[in-house]
């Protein structure tokens, strides 16, 4: 029975230690650490790696619930996977700990907020995507394909699809969508 700690970060530019010495307090022996987004579980090795290591009577510990995940639906198919293997999880900042039942109706109280957050989260972005265009500040990325030189190559060369997108090193859907609006 041991007490294995998961920290993580959503990018890179973010720091860890203060989450790495939470779990240190509570009695981690072992912690996985990574720099990655939370609302999906791919590309989460360490998270994964730590999933398959946890045995019948370990403990997972985490700093608030977020970090394990961002969507209810991840967080409940990694609170079954770790009900299924008989590991307790615990988060230090709330009150969680899935070995009572107060601990996991609070559990998954905290994730139904958790994906309410992603979603809040969400919707501001797109709504300050939305102002910007209509304010002419967002034109979006700049065009990587030069669709004078698509047109060119069709009506100058006579080059059909295949060798249009060969000759500028494109995709053939790319010279599609140029030449068939």
């Known amino acids: 029975m041991a007490t294995y700690g998961y920290a993580r970060v959503s990018s890179t530019d973010q720091d860890v230690t203060s989450q790495r010495e939470a779990l240190k307090a509570a009695g981690c022996e072992i ?15 360490e998270l994964k790696i730590l999933l398959e290591f946890l045995r019948e009577g370990d403990t997972l510990v985490v ?3 977020d970090r394990l995940a961002r969507s209810l639906s991840d967080l409940q198919a990694i609170t079954e ?13 709330q009150p969680v700990d899935t070995s009572t039942s107060t601990g996991k109706a609070f559990f998954q ?21 939305a102002r910007a265009k209509a304010s002419g500040a967002y034109k979006g990325r700049k065009p990587s ?14 080059l059909g699809a295949t060798e249009i997108a060969k000759h500028m090193g494109i995709a053939r859907t790319s010279v599609y969508r140029v030449l068939l609006p």
């Open 63 to 65: 700093v608030r619930v």
């Open 81 to 93: 996977e770790l009900n299924a293997k008989g590991v307790a999880l615990r988060a230090t900042e």
């Open 145 to 158: 394909i030069n669709v004078e030189e698509v047109k060119r190559l069709r009506d100058q060369e006579g």
């Open 109 to 129: 109280m905290l994730g139904v907020f958790a994906e309410f957050e992603t979603n809040l989260r969400k919707e501001r972005q797109l709504d300050g995507i």
């Open 31 to 45: 912690i996985r650490e990574e720099k990655v987004s939370g609302t999906s579980r791919e590309g989460r090795e």
